[in-house]
């Protein structure tokens, strides 16, 4: 069983920053990795993603905000996120795929709010 485990969410006032982490219990040279997001009464959007090839793909909504990247040293994914507005807000996801498996954190809360 492969665990995913994310920190770093809190509360941040508009404008600020927060660097999502997320460490994975085994290597992270799987074909995907990277961070969803879910806000109340929406669906679980992608916001960025990395295969194992490098190539990065982000939502439209996080261009030149956010950057996602891995440490494939401390099995971690990260993802910076400056310039946060209150449609920021949700709860953050960590996902990993290999092949047919796919893999999903519990999740950490960010909240923007003046």
């Known amino acids: 069983q492969v665990e995913l485990v994310e920190s770093g969410g809190g509360l941040v006032q508009p404008g600020g920053s927060l660097r999502l982490s997320c460490v994975v219990s085994?290597?992270?040279?799987?074909?995907?990795v990277g961070w969803y997001r879910q806000a109340p009464g929406r669906r679980r959007e992608l916001v960025a993603g990395?295969?194992?090839?490098?190539?990065?793909t982000y939502a439209d909504f996080v261009k030149d905000r956010f950057t996602i990247s891995t440490d494939n040293t401390k099995n971690r994914v990260y993802l910076r996120m400056n310039s946060l507005n209150p449609e920021d807000t949700a709860v953050y996801y960590c996902?990993?795929?290999?092949?047919?498996?796919?893999?999903w954190g519990q999740g950490t809360q960010v909240t923007v709010s003046s």
């Open positions: 996902k990993a795929m290999w092949g047919s498996y796919t893999y």
């Open positions: 085994r290597s992270i040279s799987s074909d995907f």
């Open positions: 990395i295969t194992s090839g490098g190539s990065t």
